[in-house]
């Protein structure tokens, strides 16, 4: 019915930006980054566990049973 508008469309480049996409080989760039994700595994922090959170609420529990009693 109505004929909308369409976005206006830009060229932009950033001031800084190389060129870079016709340097760079794609394949140094893949083992580039699997040899960056291998050397950088990710250690699961002890008090982000599930054991520990498990835990930690039945501490918390009998901590309450207890000075209940005290009362």
Known sequence: MFK???NKRFNYNLRFQENRKDNVNQ???ESKWNNL???QKRRK???RGLPFLVFA???LIVLVLILNSYE
Do not use: P, V
């Open 57 to 59: 609420l039945a501490a």
């Open 37 to 39: 994700k291998q050397t």
């Open 27 to 29: 394949d140094s760039l």
């Open 45 to 47: 922090h002890f008090l």
């Open 4 to 6: 909308q508008r369409k």
